[in-house]
Antibody, heavy 120, light 108 residues
Framework: QAQLVESGGGVVQPGGSLRLSCAAS????????IYWVRQAPGKGLEWVAV??????SKYYSDSVKGRFTVSRDRNTVDLEMKSLRSEDMGVYYC????????????????WGQGTLVTVS | SYVLTQPPSVSVAPGQTAILTCGGD??????VQWYQQKPGQAPVLVVY???DRPSGIPERISGANSGYTATLTISGVEAGDEADYYC???????????FGPGTTVSVL
């Protein structure tokens, strides 16, 4: 059964750093892009970053570009977050893309349960 | 950057039809997805590529997309349909994924 499991969330001070991980299983990991999507408390979904199937293409939202770095290796995708701000607080989900993000015109067909990041 | 608009809330009686809208500039030229999110849970894909349903999603949930508005229709609404619904597209000009602000569906 395909599954994504996030870890690494926690409490961090403003300006601090945190590394989230997304462990994938049950599908051919190297064939699909993996996305990070976050949700601030009581707010909507916000796309954060994507790493293509081969790790060579990476895209970031304007709000995190230059502060966050996404990478993938084996069956794990990491999101390195630096210079954290209060507005970065929320639940971070990793999601599987429906394709490899050669063109990222795709959808998110599998989601993890999320990991909570608190900046305080 | 590309912007999607959704009404904040829709209320519907059980058994009736809920129509959720997602507006965007020439959205009819894009592939639109819809996600359902219940409190405390991760989002679930319910419609992709305008009008296709993943396996396990009932036929009473359907999508359409034309011009400046995409729609998600939930027929025969049930209490279990109460959730937030988000539309999503890819902005090819920026390689950014874009979510709408979401619509909360309440079943009266």
């Amino acid at each position: 059964q395909a599954q994504l499991v996030e870890s690494g969330g926690g409490v961090v001070q403003p300006g601090g750093s945190l590394r989230l991980s997304c462990a994938a299983s049950g599908f051919i990991f190297n064939s699909y892009a993996i996305y990070w999507v976050r949700q601030a408390p009581g707010k909507g979904l916000e796309w954060v970053a994507v790493v293509a199937y081969d790790g060579n293409s990476k895209y970031y939202s304007d709000s995190v570009k230059g502060r966050f770095t996404v990478s993938r290796d084996r069956n794990t995708v990491d999101l390195e977050m630096k210079s954290l701000r209060s507005e970065d607080m929320g639940v971070y989900y990793c999601a599987k893309g429906s394709s490899d993000c050669t063109s990222c015109n795709e959808w998110f067909d599998l989601w993890g349960q999320g990991t909570l990041v608190t900046v305080s | 950057s590309y912007v999607l608009t959704q009404p904040p809330s829709v209320s519907v009686a059980p058994g009736q039809t809920a129509i959720l809208t997602c507006g965007g500039d020439n959205i009819g030229s894009k592939s639109v997805q819809w996600y359902q999110q219940k409190p405390g849970q991760a989002p679930v894909l319910v419609v992709y590529d305008d009008n296709d349903r993943p396996s396990g999603i009932p036929e009473r949930i359907s999508g359409a997309n034309s011009g400046y508005t995409a729609t998600l229709t939930i027929s025969g609404v049930e209490a279990g349909d109460e959730a937030d619904y988000y539309c999503q597209v890819w902005d090819g000009d920026t390689d950014h994924q874009v979510f709408g602000p979401g619509t909360t569906v309440s079943v009266l």
